[in-house]
């Protein structure tokens, strides 16, 4: 069983950044490819990047590519996503998740943590 817990999320002015990280606890870390979802209110939620065990392989939505960065530190068990040039568009309240694979879609993946919440004003 894997637990990942959020943090980093907060309010941010539009064009500003934000660094959220994903802390993965009770299971094998490398074991696992890690994706970032997000989920606004009365939206479904959505892909937003996933990073494979080793980093090497990384996968975005075009609405973020180019604006946002996963990386991971599996000697930390913690991914990571730089966020920048924020918009509004993006708030919502971000997931991690994990996966033994290489998923774009929510329903493939495993362990999700609680979410952590980006508010973004313009």
């Known amino acids: 069983q894997v637990q990942l817990v959020e943090s980093g999320g907060g309010s941010v002015q539009a064009g500003g950044s934000l660094r959220l990280s994903c802390a993965a606890s009770g299971g094998t870390f490398m074991s696992y490819a890690m994706g970032w979802f997000r989920q606004a209110p009365g939206k479904e939620r959505e892909f937003v990047g996933v990073?494979?065990?080793?980093?090497?392989?990384?996968y975005y939505a075009d609405s973020v590519k180019g604006r946002f960065t996963i990386s991971r530190d599996n000697a930390k068990n913690t991914v990571y996503l730089q966020m920048s040039s924020l918009k509004p568009e993006d708030t919502a309240v971000y997931y991690c998740?994990?996966?033994?694979?290489?998923?774009?879609?929510?329903?493939?993946?495993?362990?999700w943590g609680q979410g952590t919440q980006v508010s973004v004003s313009s």
């Open positions: 998740a994990a996966v033994p694979g290489f998923y774009i879609t929510p329903h493939e993946y495993d362990y």
């Open positions: 990073v494979s065990w080793n980093g090497g392989r990384k």
